[in-house]
């Protein structure tokens, strides 16, 4: 403490601790959080407004003015240690009606709360003295039964958020309802388990390194005791699980999980450097929640885990092959500077961190909290890969389950209000594996005389199983239905008895396919690119607002283009559309690059650029350079570059590509690639398997497979529509047969906007005269960005309030809702 120092004091209510801080300590770190982390994203409008900008000095000042302690720090601090030291996470921290945000409390916590170890907690005394929370007498046997039947875990990380964050108090604190039996001890079949080695599909496996995590999720699917306390394998188990790995060419894809298996380094390397020699793995997927709970694993020793990592992701690579994190996110206060430190470094190098999130009910489950959280994740470089619904129907955690509906409905409002490059795909990981809403799956009806249980179309078949692990005979809860796929019995409440569409009939007119070269179609695209139309009027011929969040603008655009993006919060994604390519446009990319980075609200630019596929020597390393220049993933404020390509089908690709797809990664720039469907060139199961499969094997992201909507698709498809039938059997061939990584998302473009088949969106009509109502927009949507806005020609309005609009270029066999 420096002399003179005033200590402040603070008193945990609940727990009965008293500390002490230097004044000066929380000034220093106040000064320093507004000067490096006030922006609007991370601090909210309110708070920002009322810092505004200029140093650290300055905005400290009008904070302490709005607060009522102008000129007082000392005051300002004794008002907020003394809410700090009865914060339970219920609660706001307010002074003086200024509501502190959540990253400024967890820095002010740091200072008071200091550590980063994590423990287990055995009693309810020891709980209630690290969660400063009082259980009530009549509640504290049970809760102490609780802490023996579920383990409890917490780190010091989430420990500061509990104290100010209910929503993240409530993934990790136990209650006493943990102790209500609904639901299953275990949420899968097993189809092949031997040793630390899970198989549920085909072409990838599990390896269970670690049993154990630094921190306990309450809706764990493991959180059972005997899964916590099972020994862990030894090097010798992993060597083994490597050698069937071997044995088995059809294994492409490893998931290296637990627990968290980089609380087990030896099994790490040993998994790491055995499968390195594997020739034909081709992934490794790294699971771990520590980045968002227990950030210190890799940040501590300067970092030692994410340099150990970066080493080896260049060693798979040299041996062809290619390593992602993924990680699972679930409401925005767990969002800290450290998770976003760890993203971007990741990112930054080239290696993919994709996250998964679980639906939990009343945390998040209404749409905005995952559009502030998978936007902020997105800045950092992070890939949004899955929405969970419902969470795993396991013991105890009943509390944490929505219905499907809800999950449905997320989906479609993620669809109206988040950047299209951020919505997860919203699947169920049912016991024989995961299914894809609406599209590779979907909810068939009630399981008569079995309350709470739905059979899910699932797209696997008996057959598929034979392959690695025969089903088990006489299952009761699976039935194989008319197309062959297999049903599956399900715990879960539906929530809106529309979303049951009943069994799929068989596929009318199963001729013979006819086959076009995909020359014959690309003679069909313009020559240049154009910006798409707009949904709204821009009053500019070179700015298109195609969503709420994102416009495609002409390379050539004018200064009041810009001005338009800069003072629009809403957009989140600008697209530059070049009249040749994005490569050739190089200089007015740059332009607008720098004059986008004083709007922190938009944290991704995305060039379109065919060149990559027809023309990937345009790539030059002066190119390249110039690209990972403009390309920033930081923290605070970043404005991240992607590259946006088409690939028509899998003989389109060549190790060029490859090669040209790592170098850009390597800088941090993700290449995502958009195909248009197109009848007799990719409208086959087998062509968009093989097209996706591809994309992978690239390191190309399989962005969105457009179902219709498409300039291409409006000329190429209008004679000869693509089969509305046929969607369902390629979401389904992708999902059973690819990885999971792979699917894209299923898309029609309208002239209001794009939507996902099945999902969020529903064909009317019969034969080739169709229309397709859009669920996630409204009158309201469309004015809130024109107030002239009026329904464009050919539009019709159904009972909701939504658009139903033409669609061309498809065809309609049955009067299955999705097919
Ligand atoms: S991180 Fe995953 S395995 Fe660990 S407790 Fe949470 S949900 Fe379970």
């Known amino acids: 403490m420096v002399q003179n120092d005033t200590a402040m004091r603070i008193y945990f209510e609940h727990s009965g601790e008293e500390k002490q801080v230097p004044l000066s300590n929380l000034v220093a770190t106040l000064v320093d959080f507004v000067d490096h982390f006030c922006v609007k994203a991370l601090i909210g409008p309110a708070f920002s407004g009322i810092i505004q900008t200029g140093s650290g000095a300055d905005k400290v000042a009008r904070l302490l003015n709005a607060c009522g302690c102008a000129g007082r720090p000392q005051a300002f601090f004794t008002e907020l240690l003394s809410q700090l030291g009865k914060a339970d996470g219920t ?42 929370i009082k259980i009530p007498d009549a509640d504290r046997m049970d809760m102490q039964r609780v802490l023996d039947t579920y383990p409890v875990r917490l780190s010091m990380h989430t420990i500061r958020q509990m104290r100010v964050s209910g929503d993240v108090a409530y993934q990790y604190l136990p209650f006493i309802e943990e102790l209500d039996s609904a639901g299953h001890t275990n949420t899968w079949i097993g189809q092949f388990h031997q040793g630390l080695l899970e198989q549920m599909y085909q072409n990838r496996v599990i390896f269970l390194l670690n049993m154990t995590c630094p921190v306990y999720c309450r809706f764990c699917f493991r959180k059972h005791k005997e899964s916590r306390n099972e020994a ?81 992701h260049l060693e798979l690579q040299a041996h062809g092959k290619r390593m992602e994190v993924a990680t699972h996110f ?95 795909r919203i699947c169920t990981a049912t016991p024989i594996g995961k299914m894809d809403w609406n599209s590779s799956g979907w909810a068939v009806e009630p399981v008569e005389g079995n309350d709470g249980f739905i059979w899910i179309r699932s797209p696997y078949t008996p057959d598929y199983f034979k392959q690695f692990a025969p089903l088990a005979k006489g299952l009761q809860n699976i039935r ?28 009318p007119g199963n001729g013979p396919r006819t086959t076009a070269d995909t020359d014959a179609v690309l003679k069909e695209m313009p020559a240049g690119e154009t910006i798409a139309p707009s949904i709204v009027a821009t009053g500019s011929s070179t700015l298109s607002r195609v969503h709420e969040t994102r416009v495609e603008i002409a390379a050539e655009c004018g200064e009041t283009d810009l001005e338009i993006i800069r003072g629009d919060d809403r957009i989140t994604d600008v697209v530059i559309v070049a009249p040749t390519d994005a490569v050739d446009c190089l200089i007015q990319i740059r332009r607008i690059v720098r004059a986008l980075e004083v709007a922190p609200h938009v944290n991704a630019v995305r060039l379109r650029s065919l060149k990559f596929n027809y023309a990937p020597g345009s790539y030059t390393p002066a190119v390249i350079d110039a690209l990972a220049a403009l390309n920033r993933l930081t923290m605070v404020n970043p404005l991240r570059l992607e590259i946006e390509t088409q690939f028509l089908v899998a003989a389109e690709f060549n190790p060029e590509h490859t090669r040209l797809c790592r170098q850009l990664n390597n800088r941090g ?16 199961p087998e062509a968009i398997h093989q097209l996706a499969h591809e994309c992978r094997r690239a390191g190309i992201e399989f962005h969105h497979l457009y179902v219709a909507g498409l300039p291409v698709q409006d000329r190429w498809n209008r004679k000869n529509p693509v089969v509305l039938y046929d969607v369902v059997d390629i979401a389904t061939r992708v999902r059973r047969e690819g990885s999971g990584r792979e699917i894209p998302r299923y898309i029609i473009r309208t002239i209001l906007g794009e939507v996902d088949f099945g999902l969020s969106s529903t064909v009317v009509g019969q034969d080739e005269t169709l229309a397709v109502k859009l669920s996630p927009y409204d009158h309201a949507y469309f004015t809130a960005m024109d107030p002239d806005f009026e329904w464009p020609p050919g539009v019709e309005i159904d009972g909701d309030g939504n658009p139903v609009v033409p669609v061309t270029g498809l065809s309609k066999t049955t009067d299955f809702a999705l097919s």
């Open 91 to 132: 609660q706001k921290i307010v002074i003086n009606d200024v509501e502190l945000p959540h990253l400024l409390l967890m820095a002010i916590l740091e200072v008071v709360l200091p550590g980063n170890r994590f423990f287990t907690i055995k009693s309810t005394e020891q709980l209630e003295r690290a969660t400063n």
């Open 232 to 312: 862990n394998p030894a090097a010798a188990d992993v060597k083994r699980a490597v050698a069937h790995v071997a044995d088995s060419p059809n294994i492409k894809e490893i998931v290296i999980t637990g627990g968290d298996p980089f609380m087990n380094r030896k099994n790490m390397a040993c998994a790491i450097d055995g499968l390195m020699a594997v020739d034909h793995v081709q992934t490794l997927r790294l699971a771990t929640r520590s980045i968002a709970y227990y950030p210190h694993l890799f940040l501590s020793d300067n970092g030692e885990l994410l340099n150990y990592l970066k080493r080896k």
């Open 330 to 424: 679930i409401h925005p206060d767990e969002i800290s500077p450290q998770c976003l430190e760890i993203i971007s470094d990741l990112a930054r190098n080239g290696i993919a961190v994709y996250v998964q999130t679980p639906l939990l009910n009343k945390c998040n489950d209404e749409g905005p909290e995952l559009v502030r959280l998978f936007s902020l994740l997105r800045g950092a470089g992070a890939e949004l890969h899955y929405i969970y619904i419902p969470c795993s129907p396991i013991h105890g955690n009943n509390v944490y389950w929505s219905p499907i509906s809800k999950g449905i409905d997320v989906g479609r409002y993620l669809r109206a209000h988040l950047s299209d490059r951020v919505i997860p």
């Open 480 to 507: 194989v239905n008319g197309e062959g796929t297999i049903d599956i019995q399900y715990m879960a409440r539906i929530g809106d008895e529309s979303l049951f569409l009943g069994s799929r009939p068989k596929r």
């Open 669 to 684: 720039i993700t290449v995502y690639a958009n195909t248009p469907l197109l009848a007799n060139i990719n409208d086959s």
